[in-house]
């Protein structure tokens, strides 16, 4: 099995600078010996000292978005550029969150997919159905709009460089996981479809998949072990050195 497991945490709009400290001074010890990548994507104020707490260290940085404009006049967003310059790697693109409450759409993450590549960012794509849509029966429907779109026009050369976070919208800080067998068929549905949209072999080794929604130290080990599941993105679990750090060793 040729796929690095990625355990990234998503710390969404939490921690202060302060907080920020505390919590990456915390986590080093406890993950450095990770068998997985590790990436903790914070806030963008949090992101400069993220990366120099972090520096010689195997954790990663990653932003939460980025916009798809090299630069201009769009208030309040943050380029791919600037992301880099801060020396951050990763980049969570297409959170529901920002699907449901900030007018994101496919398009939208297409874009801001190629920006992020383009500058050498590495998108961590996050698709995901919703409750209604699973109980109309449109889990596979929607998955493969969502991954289809995010990776229209985006070579092949740079499947290493991307991951895919499935995170039911159901499961996301509900405390409600997906069981594993469900998690490990459904992330099947989004490798098929970029089986199809690039090569078998390209789905089987080079595409990374995360599972994401309430993955917590309890059920990490379980859900790891399925044969789909390449890792997981972490929200209220990652707030807590003990905790993420025993995702991260499960
Ligand atoms: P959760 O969030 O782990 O708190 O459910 C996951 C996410 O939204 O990425």
């Not at 993950?31 to 400069?48: E, H, N």
């Not at 208030?75 to 791919?80: C, L, P, Q």
């Not at 994101?104 to 995901?128: F, S």
């Not at 390449?230 to 003990?242: C, M, P, R, T, V």
Request: a negative charge; hydrophobic letters at 40%.
């Amino acid at each position: 099995m040729a796929r690095k497991p990625i355990i990234a945490g998503n710390w969404k709009m939490n921690n202060t600078l302060a907080e920020t400290r505390t919590l990456v001074e915390g986590l080093i010890p406890l993950v450095k010996d990770a068998k997985c990548d590790v990436v903790i994507c914070t806030p963008y104020t949090d992101l400069a000292l993220a990366v120099e707490l972090t520096r010689g260290t195997n954790i990663h940085v990653g932003a939460e978005n980025v916009h798809w404009a090299e630069k201009g006049a769009f208030t309040g967003e943050i380029s791919a550029k600037m992301l880099v310059e801060l020396g951050v790697e990763y980049v969570i693109i297409g959170h529901s969150e920002r699907r449901q409450y900030f007018g994101e759409t496919d398009e939208t993450v297409n874009k801001r997919v190629k920006a992020a590549l383009a500058a050498g960012l590495k998108p961590i794509i996050c698709v995901g159905e919703t409750l209604d849509e699973r109980e109309a029966g449109k889990v596979e429907e929607v998955l493969v709009r969502q991954t289809k779109a995010a990776f229209d026009g985006i070579d092949k050369e740079e499947l290493d460089n991307i991951v895919i976070a499935y995170e039911p919208v159901w499961a996301i800080g509900t405390g409600k996981t997906a069981t594993a067998q469900v998690a490990d068929e459904t992330i099947a549905i989004i490798r098929n479809t970029m089986a199809e949209l690039y090569c078998p072999k390209c789905a089987e080794n080079r595409v990374r998949i995360q599972y994401g929604g309430s993955m917590n130290p309890k059920n990490a080990a379980e859900l790891m072990a399925m044969p789909q599941i390449d890792g997981g993105l972490i929200g209220g679990a990652s707030l807590k050195a003990e905790d993420f750090s025993k995702v991260v060793n499960y």
